[in-house]
T-cell receptor, first 111, second 117 residues
Framework: LAKTTQPISMDSYEGQEVNITCSHN???????ITWYQQFPSQGPRFIIQGYKTKVTNEVASLFIPADRKSSTLSLPRVSLSDTAVYYCLVGDSSNTGKLIFGQGTTLQVKP | GAVVSQHPSWVICKSGTSVKIECRSL??????MFWYRQFPKQSLMLMAT?????????EQGVEKDKFLINHASLTLSTLTVTSAHPEDSSFYIC?????????????FGEGSRLTVL
């Protein structure tokens, strides 16, 4: 399974755009890139998933370069409630495809 | 979206007793579920893959006799922590894929916090 590397922590202020980059040099052809958000004492919550290029949904955008060895989660205009741990995971989306969590990025949004 | 539910959300038990945690997929069938454990300030660690109708597959270093997994139906997997000790105190989280979904999104339960006294 491809290993991921993310910054341990990031600080931001309300209203700013936050970009969190994840490295996954050994990503396999069948692997998707998925980002999860986790608040304390809760299970991770799905944010966005992509395979290549750019994906956008109502809460975030995901940018994936052509070589797919990295990806960037973009959170537009963060608020205090976006303070959480963000995990980048890579793995295949088959029924038995397991996901291994890296250390994640703790995002602290300040007023 | 699909929902995965865990029960209980928290449990306190005495050392030496066994505790069962349930994981249910509420609106989809899951032939495979995954069990994770998370210690404070740490990431989630995959413990095992639960397979409906067959034996679970455990990750290296996880004691299968200590953490019993049963996946008797397409919507329910259970994790039993046998003869629990204080070092087993942790946040246990299950997840499941909606295999009918094109995205193969992995849904997570709310987690179950186990405290062993």
């Amino acid at each position: 399974l491809a290993k991921t590397t993310q910054p341990i922590s990031m600080d931001s202020y309300e209203g700013q755009e936050v970009n969190i980059t994840c490295s996954h040099n050994n990503i396999a052809t069948n692997d998707y890139i998925t980002w999860y958000q986790q608040f304390p004492s809760q299970g991770p919550r799905f944010i966005i998933q992509g395979y290549k290029t750019k994906v956008t949904n109502e809460v975030a955008s995901l940018f994936i370069p052509a070589d797919r060895k990295s990806s960037t989660l973009s959170l537009p205009r963060v608020s205090l409630s976006d303070t959480a741990v963000y995990y980048c995971l890579v793995g295949d989306s088959s029924n038995t495809g397991k996901l291994i969590f890296g250390q994640g990025t703790t995002l602290q949004v300040k007023p | 979206g699909a929902v995965v539910s865990q029960h209980p959300s928290w449990v306190i038990c005495k050392s030496g007793t066994s505790v069962k945690i349930e994981c249910r997929s509420l609106d989809f069938q899951a032939t495979t579920m995954f069990w994770y454990r998370q210690f404070p300030k740490q990431s989630l660690m995959l413990m095992a893959t639960s397979n409906e109708g067959s034996k679970a597959t455990y990750e290296q270093g996880v004691e299968k006799d200590k953490f019993l997994i049963n996946h008797a139906s397409l919507t329910l997997s259970t994790l039993t922590v046998t003869s629990a000790h204080p070092e087993d105190s942790s946040f246990y989280i299950c997840s499941a894929r909606d295999y009918t979904s094109n995205t193969g999104e992995l849904f997570f339960g709310e987690g179950s916090r186990l405290t062993v006294l």
